[in-house]
């Protein structure tokens, strides 16, 4: 990079895999298994399971921010969150939402869009109740999106719930829980020599996954 932020040199060519014509005979959650356990392999990475949430507000304005998936299986993936934080109002406005997962060290990506829906109050408290005690207080404490004064806020609110939750355990708060986003897409991304990358997407008709190879 120059010193006028010129980044026109900065490349590296892609040269660790490649997604043959196999593949488009898997099932989308078969192949995102297989690369997520790769990325768990890859002790270079040090959360494989940190995604890009994208969502869109009642303005019709997108916004991304890094989220951590907590589950997956052929139902769907599935974090958690403040249900009032901006994230979880957007939702309510536009269930249509896109996950990315990015493994630099593989010259991976993973796109999945779908629609998002909270999980059951059950399995929500049952995630909560196997979080360690800091990050139940934290959920509590957070008002997640709103404008506070200072982070001493939030710090003295923490202690105070520390001292308060060291004699009585600390129940889920009731805006506070999972979302599941079922896929209707899939689009694998390998990054290849050339710049001419593997794209495969897989796109849900009916209770099929058609696949298509796509151009890069």
């Given at each position: 990079?120059n010193?006028?932020?010129?980044?026109?040199?900065?490349?590296?060519s892609y040269?660790?895999?490649?997604?043959?014509d196999?593949?488009?005979?898997?099932?989308?959650?078969f192949?995102?298994?297989?690369?997520?356990?790769?990325?768990?392999?890859?002790?270079?990475?040090?959360?494989?399971?940190?995604?890009?949430l994208?969502?869109?507000?009642?303005?019709?304005?997108?916004?991304?921010?890094?989220?951590?998936?907590?589950?997956?299986d052929?139902?769907?993936?599935?974090?958690?969150?403040?249900?009032?934080?901006?994230?979880?109002?957007?939702?309510?406005?536009n269930?249509?939402?896109?996950?990315?997962?990015?493994?630099?060290?593989?010259e991976?990506?993973?796109?999945?869009?779908?629609?998002?829906?909270?999980?059951?109050?059950?399995?929500?408290?049952?995630?909560?109740?196997?979080?360690?005690?800091?990050?139940?207080?934290?959920?509590?404490?957070?008002?997640?999106?709103?404008?506070?004064?200072?982070?001493?806020?939030?710090?003295?609110?923490?202690?105070?719930?520390?001292?308060?939750?060291?004699?009585i355990?600390?129940?889920?708060p009731?805006?506070?829980?999972?979302?599941?986003?079922?896929?209707?897409?899939?689009?694998?991304?390998?990054?290849?020599?050339?710049?001419?990358?593997?794209?495969?997407?897989?796109?849900?008709?009916?209770?099929i996954?058609?696949?298509?190879?796509?151009?890069?």
């Open positions: 990079m010193k006028n932020g010129d980044l026109s040199n900065l490349r590296k040269e660790k895999g490649l997604i043959s196999e593949f488009k005979s898997f099932s989308p959650f192949i995102f298994k297989k690369w997520f356990e790769e990325a768990i392999k890859d002790t270079t990475i040090l959360e494989p399971n940190a995604m890009i994208s969502t869109i507000n009642n303005r019709q304005q997108p916004k991304s921010r890094v989220v951590l998936l907590k589950k997956f052929l139902d769907g993936y599935t974090f958690f969150t403040n249900y009032n934080s901006d994230k979880g109002r957007s939702i309510v406005n269930d249509n939402v896109c996950l990315n997962f990015y493994w630099a060290s593989l991976k990506q993973i796109i999945i869009k779908g629609k998002a829906s909270k999980i059951s109050e059950n399995e929500s408290n049952d995630y909560f109740n196997s979080r360690p005690l800091g990050s139940q207080i934290g959920a509590i404490v957070s008002n997640q999106s709103e404008i506070i004064e200072s982070r001493d806020v939030l710090e003295r609110k923490f202690n105070e719930l520390n001292n308060y939750y060291s004699k355990k600390p129940k889920k009731a805006n506070w829980g999972g979302y599941i986003v079922k896929p209707d897409l899939f689009e694998f991304w390998q990054g290849r020599k050339n710049r001419l990358h593997d794209r495969l997407e897989f796109k849900l008709d009916g209770n996954w058609i696949s298509h190879r796509l151009s890069p």
